[in-house]
C-alpha cells in the first residue's frame, strides 16, 4: 500500500474536466515536499507532467495544472482529450529518505 | 534531445544476478543525479535507488537495500545496477531516470525517463 493515496480510476468526456487527489502526510507532502505529478502511457518512457507542486515542464499543454494544499495535491486536466487516457502518479519525498510515489490513477477518456 | 537507453534485462532464477545498464545522451552526464524506478506487473512505481553525479553519495529503497548496488561510469555516460540475490518479487519493468541537479534532492523530479528494461525473476 503506498504511502501517497490516489483515487484507482477516473472517467470523463471529451472537453469535460477532471482532477486526480493525491493525499500524504506529515512525513511528505505536509512537511513541504515538493509534488510531481507524471503520466505513463502503453509502452512509452514515463513522462514528467508537473513538478514543484504546480510548474510545468516546457511542452506540456497548459490544460495541465497542479495544486498542492497541506498535506494533500491535486492534477486537473481541462479540456479532455482522448490521447490523455493514461496512468497518473504522484510523487514526493518522505523522511527516511525515500522517494515516494501514489499507487497510480487510470484515466479514462468516455 | 536526452535520451536514456536501458539494458540488461532478461529472465533469472531466484537467488541470481543481473546487471542493469543505462546509456545516457544529449545531457552533461555528471552533472545529473540519475535513478533507477520499478514497475512490477499490474502495480504502482517503486522508487529503487539514486545516485549523485560524482558517484559518491546513494540511497537505496529498503526493500533492496544490502541486495542492489547503484554506480556509474562518467567516461561511458553509464548508469548501472547491479541485482544480486534477486526474489521473484523484484520482477519489474527497470527505469532509469534523471534528475535536474548534480546532487541529489528530496524536491527535485525525475525529469526524464528511459522506456525500461524487464526483469524476470523465476525458476
Known amino acids: 500500500q503506498s504511502v501517497l493515496t490516489q483515487p484507482p480510476s477516473v472517467s470523463g468526456a471529451p472537453g469535460q474536466r477532471v482532477t486526480i487527489s493525491c493525499t500524504g502526510n506529515s512525513s511528505n507532502i505536509g512537511a513541504g515536499y515538493d509534488v510531481q505529478w507524471y503520466q505513463l502511457l502503453p509502452g512509452t518512457a514515463p513522462k514528467l507532467l508537473i513538478y514543484g507542486n504546480n510548474n510545468r515542464p516546457s511542452g506540456v499543454p497548459d490544460r495541465f495544472s497542479g495544486s498542492k494544499s497541506g498535506t494533500s495535491a491535486s492534477l486537473a486536466i481541462t479540456g479532455l482529450q482522448v490521447e490523455d487516457e493514461a496512468d497518473y502518479y504522484c510523487q514526493s519525498y518522505d523522511t527516511s529518505p525515500s522517494w515516494m510515489f501514489g499507487g497510480g490513477t487510470k484515466l479514462t477518456v468516455l | 534531445e536526452v535520451q536514456l537507453l536501458e539494458s540488461g534485462g532478461g529472465l533469472v532464477q531466484p537467488g541470481g544476478s543481473l546487471r542493469l545498464s543505462c546509456a545516457a545522451s544529449g545531457l552533461t552526464f555528471n552533472r545529473a543525479a540519475m535513478s533507477w524506478v520499478r514497475q512490477a506487473p499490474g502495480k504502482g512505481l517503486e522508487w529503487v535507488s539514486n545516485i549523485d553525479g560524482t558517484g559518491r553519495s546513494a540511497y537505496y529503497a529498503d526493500s533492496v537495500k544490502g541486495r542492489f548496488t547503484i554506480s556509474r561510469d562518467n567516461s561511458k555516460n553509464t548508469l548501472y545496477l547491479q541485482l544480486n540475490s534477486l526474489r521473484v518479487e523484484d520482477t519489474a519493468v527497470y527505469y532509469c531516470?534523471?534528475?535536474?541537479?548534480?546532487?541529489?534532492?528530496?524536491?527535485?523530479?525525475?525529469?526524464?525517463w528511459g522506456q525500461g528494461t524487464l526483469v524476470t525473476v523465476s525458476s
Open positions: 531516470a534523471k534528475g535536474p541537479h548534480t546532487y541529489i534532492s528530496g524536491y527535485d523530479p525525475f525529469d526524464y
